[in-house]
Structure formats: C-alpha cells, structure tokens
C-alpha cells in the first residue's frame, strides 16, 4: 500500500501561478495528476515516470510542467498561466505494476479554483 499526501493548490486569478505537491509514502512507478471539475468526467492532467518521462493532455502543454524528486518520493505540478477552466479538485496518482497486476493509489484530492 501506499500513501500519497498531497498539498498545494487553493486561489489564483486568471493567468497565474500555483504549484501543487504530492509524497509518496515509498517510491513507485509513476506519479501524476487527475483532476475533476463540477459536473465532469475525471481527466488525467499529467504523469512522470520514475525514469523521467513525461505526458501531458493537450490544454495544458506549455502552461503546467511535472517534475519529480526521486530521493523524496514526490511529484510536483507548476501550474503557470492559469484560466478558470483549469478549476477543479486535483487528485494525485500514483501507479505500479507488480506481479502482472497494477496498482492504483490516490490522494485526497486538493482544490484548484482559477477566477477570471
């Protein structure tokens, strides 16, 4: 099992910034962000991977960037340029395949509202 304690997110206006922070509880495979706004489907934002391999979905190439912190066991989410579509509660993710079965993993979710 693993842990996953997110922080980060809250308030911004319309074209700026937040960065949102995830710790894993030990090191897994990848890390990344879903995120779900009212009404919504769940969507996958971003994932890295352990070797550093990135995704992102297409409305946020350029504006957010993912990193990682191996030796903490943490994934970040620099969230630049803002727009109030972005709005909506972040959860991270954590997944890894053991024995031919994958394992998903969770946070608690943190809120992300962008005003114009």
């Known amino acids: 099992q693993v842990q996953l304690v997110e922080s980060g997110g809250g308030l911004a206006q319309a074209g700026g910034s937040l960065r949102l922070s995830c710790a894993a509880s030990?090191?897994?495979?990848?890390m990344g962000w879903y995120r779900q706004a009212p009404g919504k489907q769940r969507e996958l934002v971003a994932f890295?991977?352990?070797?550093?391999?990135?995704n992102y979905r297409d409305s946020v190439k350029g504006r957010f960037t993912i990193s990682r912190d191996n030796a903490k066991n943490t994934v970040y989410l620099q969230m630049n340029s803002l727009k109030p579509e972005d709005t909506a509660v972040y959860c991270c993710?954590?997944?890894?395949?053991?024995?031919?079965?994958?394992?998903?993993?969770w946070g608690q979710g943190t809120q992300v509202t962008v005003s114009s």
């Open positions: 030990r090191s897994i495979f990848s």
């Open positions: 993710n954590g997944w890894e395949v053991v024995n031919g079965v994958k394992y998903d993993y």
């Open positions: 890295i991977t352990n070797g550093g391999s990135t």
